[in-house]
């Protein structure tokens, strides 16, 4: 995996040189093509005249007219019923090895261009994005499948990088681009020298699928057999170890009794038999709630993907971690509650399933409906279906939100920041495809157990 920041800033030579950081043109190379006037550099940003490139995408005179109408001038009113079932993106709320929700493209789903309405699209992943960008995110772009004839024009990608302004890149803590060709550098070319260093740092490139499973689990994204496929093409005819689904090196391998991560509740509870509640999260709980509660922005800072696999190796293995002391934060106590507050929604996401369970999420999803008077009544009934074991650890870990949010004034983490944060962790299902308009629907139910905690769990943990 490497950064475009190690390529030189020189347009002409950026294409040219460090080919090894990119993978061989494929098989869909001749469709890979750059047309004559993309080639020529005269969409790129030093061809915009000086005013427009002063102005950010939305105070342009004529910014509405480049994205199209829209439904009462709404966004967000749109159907994108028709955008949507191209399947072009994928929300992941499971995350990353670092506890981050994934937005997944893949390239080889955009239609044509002759029937494809780009700037709807552009509008669909504002949508989409604007679910989550008030937490921390990765990006993975899958290039395979990108031709001639279903390539968006290089003036819309320059749209979508003026709109997406800071607001979305500022919690974007990594983007990766899987399988890059020769379009890819190009396009680096004529970017590179608008992007910020910070920006650039957070651009990866990734030129197998068994790279990109050293970042995020490969099964768990359910990757399209295309892809597949061309990875497989692409590498074995190399040393490289071509990345299989159905290979031993991809299959969980039999858990230890003292893992704690990656396995299920019923799991650790059954190998933990003094401990009703997993012993992790007690242990993360005592931690943050002496040095964590006045932490600006706690549960929405990363923290490197390795030291978290590290951590949860070492939990796996048995030992106890002492975040105050450990090693790893050379005595930064911020440091060791951003890994802590990590861990503790990594936790959550491993467990195979939400707390709220597969099963009851369909039920979860008709208590939209519920007139608010009722609402919390519902609330209290639905979390009381839980098995016994997930209601205690869902108490559990809402009474610590409680508390959290009553130090808002100083971590900035109310019920409504909080609720974004782990209504995914809580509630995203995974046994199937979620819509992204159900995101919202999540977040409630989450908001609600925090705010009406006393009213829905009149059971107490002693």
């Known amino acids: 995996m490497t ?10 030579t950026t294409i040219s040189r460090n080919n090894n950081d990119f993978v061989v043109d494929d098989c869909f190379a001749d469709d890979d093509l750059l047309t004559p006037t993309e080639a020529d550099g005269s969409f790129s940003f030093k061809n915009m ?3 427009e490139m002063t102005k950010s995408f939305l105070e342009r005179d004529n910014f509405e007219s480049e994205l199209g109408a829209t439904q009462q001038d709404d966004p967000f009113g749109e159907d994108f019923c028709d955008i949507s079932s191209n399947e072009v993106i994928d929300v992941f709320a499971d995350g990353d090895l670092a506890g981050r929700p994934v937005i997944v493209f893949y390239a080889h789903r955009l239609p044509s261009n002759k029937n494809f309405d780009h700037y709807k699209f552009l509008r669909f ?3 989409t994005l604007d679910k989550i960008v008030d937490s921390d995110y990765t990006i993975i772009y899958f290039h395979y499948g990108l031709r001639s004839n279903n390539k968006p024009p290089l003036k819309w990608l320059i749209q979508a990088y003026q709109l997406l302004d800071r607001r979305y890149k500022k919690n974007l803590k990594a983007l990766y681009l899987v399988h890059p060709s020769r379009f890819i550098r190009f396009l680096w070319a004529v970017f590179q020298p608008f992007i910020s260093f910070k920006f650039e740092q957070k651009m990866h490139y990734v030129n197998s699928l068994n790279e990109l499973n050293s970042i995020i689990s490969i099964v768990n994204l359910n990757l399209p057999e295309p892809i597949i496929r061309y990875d497989r093409s692409l590498h074995s005819a190399t040393s490289n ?9 991809f299959q969980s391998q039999p858990p230890r009794p003292t893992q704690q991560f990656n396995v299920s509740l019923k799991f650790i509870l059954d190998h933990h038999p003094n401990s009703d509640l997993p012993p992790i999260v007690l242990e993360l709980i005592s ?8 932490t600006e ?6 923290a490197p993907v390795t030291n978290i696999k590290e951590l949860q190796h070492r939990i796996n293995m048995g030992e106890s971690i002492d975040f105050a002391n450990d090693l790893m934060f050379h005595g930064d106590i911020q440091s060791s509650v951003t890994h802590a507050a990590v861990l503790f929604k990594t936790f959550l996401r491993s467990l195979g399933e939400p707390l709220i369970t597969n099963k009851l999420y369909p039920e979860l999803t008709l208590l939209n409906g519920i007139e608010k008077i009722n609402r919390t009544d519902e609330i209290r009934r639905f979390v009381h279906k839980l098995p016994p074991e997930n209601y205690l650890l869902l108490l559990k870990v809402i009474e610590f939100l409680v508390e959290v949010a009553q130090h808002s004034h100083q971590n900035l983490m109310d019920a409504n920041n909080l609720s974004v944060v782990f209504g995914p962790n809580l509630t995203w299902p995974t046994d199937q495809q979620v819509p ?5 629907n999540l977040n409630s139910f989450c908001y609600s157990l925090i705010k009406d905690f006393d009213e829905i769990f009149v059971d107490k943990i002693n």
């Open 3 to 12: 950064n475009p920041s190690t390529h030189s800033n020189d347009i002409n």
């Open 49 to 51: 005249p000086s005013t």
């Open 125 to 127: 992943i504002q949508f």
């Open 241 to 249: 170890t071509v990345f299989d689904h159905n290979s031993a090196a």
């Open 287 to 294: 931690f943050l709630r002496v040095h964590g509660l006045k």
């Open 297 to 302: 922005g706690i549960f929405r800072r990363s």
């Open 436 to 440: 992204m308009v159900q995101l919202n």
